[in-house]
């Protein structure tokens, strides 16, 4: 899977160079729904490039987050250790950790401050954690299967994650990483 990316000037000189320009009228424009721009937040069929690469290792995480809860779950079988509650937490936790990082470097290719990053991302979770984990319990505690708590978890984890990290934590900062910047740099190469 190759994208094509290229930088403002790069498009601009292109263009420049493959339509001579008559006077009076206005410059074609090049069509880039299909390319990523660096340092522009992706479009048209970069983004839903993207937004399969943000699915296929949110699937990953899921196994992050699925296996540490199930590891939990089966202590606390044994040991009444864990309520639903810290199993969710930290199973969440685990996964954002892990999601954040693969997918700040192959989907948002980002490079931006990453303490700044983690903030925003906890922003997100000092509301859904608890939400959840307290929600799940009271829902447990009526009988609820932890299992289909944990799937309904996912399902409204993964959405809501994607949405939030694309509009807030990577706004302004995608396509600027070092990996973007290669692409970029092959793809006009390239012509």
Not at 80 to 109: D, E, M
Request: charged share 15%.
């Amino acid at each position: 899977m190759s994208d094509n990316i290229e930088t403002p000037a790069e498009g601009s000189a292109k263009d420049a160079a493959k339509s001579p320009q008559t006077s009076g009228s206005p410059a074609p424009t090049k069509d880039t729904s299909n390319s990523v721009v660096v340092g522009e937040a992706s479009t048209g069929k970069a983004a839903a490039i993207q937004a399969v690469k943000f699915t296929l290792l949110s699937i990953t995480a899921a196994g992050v987050e699925v296996a540490s809860f199930a590891l939990m779950v089966w202590i606390n079988s044994m040991t009444g250790w864990f309520p639903f509650w810290v199993c969710q937490s930290v199973s969440i936790a685990l996964s954002v950790i892990y999601n954040f990082t693969v997918n700040r470097h192959f989907t948002f290719k980002s490079a931006n401050n990453v303490p700044i990053a983690m903030l925003k991302v906890a922003l997100f979770y000092v509301f859904f954690i608890p939400l959840t984990s307290w929600g799940g319990q009271v829902l447990s505690d009526l009988g609820w299967a932890d299992w289909l708590l944990k799937g309904i978890s996912l399902l409204l984890n993964f959405v809501g994650e994607f949405l939030w990290w694309k509009f807030v934590v990577f706004r302004g900062s995608e396509n600027t990483n070092s990996l973007a910047k290669k692409q970029a740099e092959k793809s006009s190469q390239n012509g």
